[in-house]
């Protein structure tokens, strides 16, 4: 019998590491697509939080993850494989409208917002992030980006000039940039989000602090996540191929380089896959 889908709204959990209800949730991408996706994520939530702050060093911190998003989105064709993962988990998805326990208000909420993402994406002609290219102040950016601290005031009086702007105007336009880009965050939020929420998390225990698995050949696993109580001693290092994977239980040192635990630890696993 299938998971029944329960939350009428997608919520954007966010990524790496998570502390919910005094955990820790960490997390490991298993293929170079999510590895992308989840960089990306970060990059998106860093610079929202960033966009906010009224301090010039907030709106430095906003513009480098602007920069570092183009960098990203400037390799390869990101929106093929976005529109791959849309097709892919409407075509999953779908698959479950005829099956017992299904909530269909949800899952036709949920098939509806990837639709809607799709087709904006479809829609969007221009290369993703080209009004920002297009930006001669973020060109200038870009360009002394691969040299460290290659943005000081002396070495582009321009950027110097427009930080001493009153901060509602830079916000203004940090947040004009950064509406270009919803575009491509809106999906992905979307695709991480589904496919977290349609795992659930099994009790496990790392016996001297080593775990292994052979996952299910048939659905490739796509995420792991790992929830450790956040007063937890050790952290997992989660290694993984293409017919297994293994987590073992760290405990830092004073010096030197952590060692595994000789404790077994008792920790909650997802493997998402859809």
Same mark, same amino acid.
């Given at each position: 019998?299938?998971?029944?889908?329960?939350?009428?709204?997608?919520?954007?959990?966010?990524?790496?590491?998570?502390?919910?209800?005094?955990?820790?949730?960490?997390?490991?991408?298993?293929?170079?697509?999510?590895?992308?996706?989840?960089?990306?994520?970060?990059?998106?939530? !860093?610079?929202?939080?960033?966009?906010?702050?009224?301090?010039?060093?907030?709106?430095?911190?906003?513009?480098?993850?602007?920069?570092?998003?183009?960098?990203?989105?400037?390799?390869?064709?990101?929106?093929?494989?976005?529109?791959?993962?849309?097709?892919? @988990?409407?075509?999953?998805?779908?698959?479950?409208?005829?099956?017992?326990?299904?909530?269909?208000?949800?899952?036709?909420?949920?098939?509806?917002?990837?639709?809607?993402?799709?087709?904006?994406?479809?829609?969007?002609?221009?290369?993703?992030?080209?009004?920002?290219?297009?930006?001669?102040?973020?060109n200038s950016l870009r360009q002394r980006s691969s040299i460290t601290?290659?943005?000081?005031?002396?070495?582009?009086?321009?950027?110097?000039?427009?930080? @001493?702007?009153?901060?509602?105007?830079?916000?203004?336009?940090?947040?004009?940039?950064? #509406?270009?880009?919803?575009?491509?965050?809106?999906?992905?939020?979307?695709?991480?989000?589904?496919?977290?929420?349609?795992?659930?998390?099994?009790?496990?225990?790392?016996?001297?602090?080593?775990? !292994?698995?052979?996952?299910?050949?048939?659905?490739?696993v796509q995420l792991l996540r790992v929830s450790l109580p956040a #007063?937890?001693?050790?952290?997992?290092?989660?290694?993984?191929?293409?017919?297994?994977?293994?987590?073992?239980?760290?405990?830092?040192?004073?010096?030197?380089?952590?060692?595994?635990?000789?404790?077994?630890?008792?920790?909650?696993?997802?493997?998402?896959?859809?």
């Amino acid at each position: 019998m299938p998971k029944p889908l329960i939350c009428t709204t997608i919520r954007y959990p966010s990524n790496s590491e998570v502390a919910v209800e005094n955990t820790i949730i960490y997390e490991q991408p298993l293929n170079e697509r999510m590895r992308t996706f989840m960089r990306l994520e970060h990059l998106f939530q !860093q610079t929202t939080y960033n966009m906010r702050g009224f301090s010039v060093w907030d709106s430095r911190a906003t513009i480098a993850g602007l920069i570092d998003i183009l960098e990203i989105l400037s390799r390869g064709d990101l929106k093929t494989e976005i529109f791959k993962e849309l097709d892919h @988990q409407q075509t999953e998805l779908t698959s479950l409208r005829n099956m017992h326990g299904v909530d269909h208000q949800q899952l036709d909420s949920i098939l509806t917002q990837l639709q809607q993402a799709q087709e904006k994406l479809h829609n969007h002609s221009e290369q993703l992030g080209q009004p920002l290219r297009d930006n001669e102040l973020l060109n200038s950016l870009r360009q002394r980006s691969s040299i460290t601290c290659g943005c000081c005031s002396f070495d582009l009086p321009a950027y110097h000039f427009w930080l @001493q702007q009153v901060p509602e105007k830079r916000m203004d336009v940090l947040e004009q940039w950064y #509406e270009s880009l919803t575009v491509i965050s809106t999906p992905l939020n979307l695709i991480l989000a589904i496919l977290r929420e349609g795992a659930d998390p099994h009790p496990v225990t790392a016996e001297q602090g080593f775990y !292994q698995q052979n996952p299910d050949s048939s659905t490739p696993v796509q995420l792991l996540r790992v929830s450790l109580p956040a #007063e937890a001693n050790y952290f997992p290092e989660i290694s993984a191929g293409k017919h297994r994977f293994t987590i073992r239980m760290l405990e830092p040192q004073e010096k030197g380089r952590p060692l595994q635990t000789r404790d077994d630890v008792e920790f909650k696993l997802w493997c998402c896959a859809l």
